[in-house]
């Protein structure tokens, strides 16, 4: 597996992506719906490692190495997974800024407390439940599973976002800024930790699943 | 030894089928794998591997059934298809940075004595490689880990006749020690010519024949004569024919010879028989 991992962060994920993990300064916006900042790990990153890696034919030269087809897919969502939580932690300190200089709260949609970085967290467990099964799928096709991926994560998004923002008891106990909130919202940070666990590892599961039967 | 055995594999697509699929190969041996586009070599080659998974039929290399132990035997195996070209805009340093951590039995100055042989610059990517030196670059990181078991898919396509030439000696030196076996798929076949011990010849998905490559060779023979000669009783025993105004010629198996005199018989190439074989009987 740490051979693998190796060759995810040498070949597949190319450093620079790395970079991108800035996106969380997104949350400097003042108002602004933020749940798009971690968008762009999925559109940018994952849409152009996963075209890139088909360009550099990387499923057909991993698959000819002595790993087991599970592995390999073990050790993508595992990186994927890894990003992902990069991402969160590297918005966390541009979250504490905002919150320190936008003491008016959000205008524009939810505001970047422990609640928020709990759905963030389920938003990327989604993402992976859809596109990692969806590419695996056939180990080639891309476009759709990203793009399906995508609108389950916007629909969630807006959801939450209307959630919170419409109904009036949400938005006390999830909306708040500050320390006072943390019991009604660490819950949701915890629930959101836990479903990404849960629903990226179902998304291994079916992903290596499916990826046993695909013709090379 | 045994190095390789591969008894009625077979795999079927919507537009194509391979039909039991069985050939051994012995140890220190060479063996072309020959067909013509689309025949199924490439088919075959990834079923034998795992690749592609087989609707039937078993693999065993090193006398050990390869699905059931495919981690280990990998190690031992090295497989190319055409010649490295996976991360072209990688340096080569790079890419065996990667693949020798998968390999237990690697070894780093088998590796830099390779390079130095072949002379591969490790600082180039892999597109900066001639097609001839990406294959090579393929043969140096098999025989680093220590590869037993080379199959390689088309490693001659698509190089000069003097790369080719080159590449051809260097897999009978590689087999000198006995110990090694290759086996590899082409549509050239002046490359079984020069180097193959055995041929496994594939067509429709079917192995034609797989046999020591004179028991290929004296199994046919090519006959020709005036067109008054074609009688439709030698018609029906050839495998394939050619006719004009003039004659005819065609391949028969050196059984089915007629004793009849006045026939021209010959021995044919490899190519010959591949040729006679694929276009039949023209009426």
Same mark, same amino acid.
């Given at each position: ?31 602004? &719906? ?19 890696? %088909? ?10 190495? &002595? ?6 897919? %073990? ?107 943390? &019991?009604?919202?660490? &819950? ?21 699943? %499916? ?6 | ?26 140890? =220190?041996?060479?063996? =072309? ?24 039929? !078993? ?18 195996? =090295?497989?190319?298809?055409? =010649? ?9 340093? #790079?890419?065996?940075? #990667? ?8 070894? +780093? ?11 591969? +610059?490790?600082?180039?990517?892999? @597109? ?31 190089? +000069?006749?003097?790369? !080719?030439? $080159?590449?051809? @000696?260097?897999?009978? @030196?590689?087999? @000198? ?19 193959? $011990? ?5 067509? $429709? ?79």
């Amino acid at each position: 597996m740490k051979n693998l991992l190796y060759k995810e962060f040498l070949l597949f994920f190319h450093p620079a992506f790395f970079l991108c993990l800035l996106f969380g300064a997104l949350l400097l916006i003042p108002s602004w &719906p933020y749940f798009i900042a971690f968008g762009y790990l999925l559109f940018m990153v994952f849409s152009n490692a996963f075209f890139i890696g %088909r360009t550099n034919r990387d499923v057909l030269f991993t698959a000819s190495l &002595p790993v087991r087809k599970k592995d390999l897919v %073990r050790a993508r969502v595992y990186a994927v997974a890894l990003f992902e939580l990069l991402q969160v932690i590297t918005a966390i300190p541009f979250a504490v800024i905002n919150n320190a200089f936008y003491t008016e709260g959000n205008m524009a949609g939810m505001n970047t407390n422990f609640a928020f970085f709990g759905f963030v967290l389920v938003i990327y467990g989604l993402f992976n439940l859809v596109f990692l099964p969806g590419f695996y799928k056939t180990a080639y096709k891309i476009g759709v599973p990203m793009i399906l991926g995508i609108i389950v994560d916007s629909v969630f998004a807006l959801a939450v976002t209307a959630a919170v923002l419409g109904v009036p008891a949400l938005n006390a106990a999830l909306n708040g800024l500050g320390a006072a909130n943390l &019991p009604g919202q660490l &819950p949701v940070l915890f629930a959101g930790i836990a479903l990404f666990v849960l629903l990226t590892l179902v998304a291994y599961r079916v992903s290596a699943k %499916r990826f046993e039967t695909v013709d090379l | 030894m045994e190095i390789l055995s591969v008894q009625g594999l077979s795999k079927t697509y919507d537009k194509f089928r391979m039909k039991d699929v069985s050939f051994t190969l012995d140890e =220190g041996y060479i063996m =072309g794998f020959i067909g013509r586009n689309g025949a199924g070599k490439t088919t075959a080659l990834k079923t034998m591997l795992g690749l592609v998974h087989p609707d039937g039929g !078993r693999v065993k290399v090193f006398d050990q059934e390869y699905r059931q132990n495919e981690i280990a035997l990998k190690q031992q195996i =090295g497989f190319m298809s055409g =010649g490295v070209d996976f991360y072209p805009k990688q340096k080569l340093s #790079v890419i065996t940075r #990667v693949i020798k951590r998968f390999y237990t039995g690697w070894d +780093d100055s088998a590796y830099n004595g390779y390079l130095e042989r072949f002379g591969l +610059d490790e600082s180039k990517k892999v @597109e900066e490689l001639s097609q001839g030196m990406k294959v090579k670059y393929g043969l140096a990181l098999a025989l680093s880990h220590k590869a037993k078991l080379l199959i390689l898919d088309e490693p001659t396509s698509g190089l +000069d006749p003097v790369s !080719r030439d $080159d590449l051809l @000696e260097l897999f009978q @030196e590689l087999i @000198e020690d006995g110990k090694k076996s290759i086996l590899f798929s082409t549509q050239i076949t002046s490359d079984l010519d020069k180097c193959a $011990d055995y041929i496994t010849y594939i067509r $429709d998905g079917e192995i034609l024949a797989s046999t020591s490559k004179d028991d290929f060779i004296g199994a046919y023979k090519i006959v020709g004569g005036r067109a008054v000669q074609l009688t439709p009783e030698l018609s029906a025993r050839m495998v394939g024919c050619k006719k004009n105004a003039y004659g005819f010629s065609g391949l028969i198996k050196t059984q089915d010879l007629p004793a009849a005199d006045g026939l021209e018989v010959s021995t044919p190439d490899i190519e010959s028989i591949m040729i006679y074989f694929e276009k039949g009987c023209a009426q």
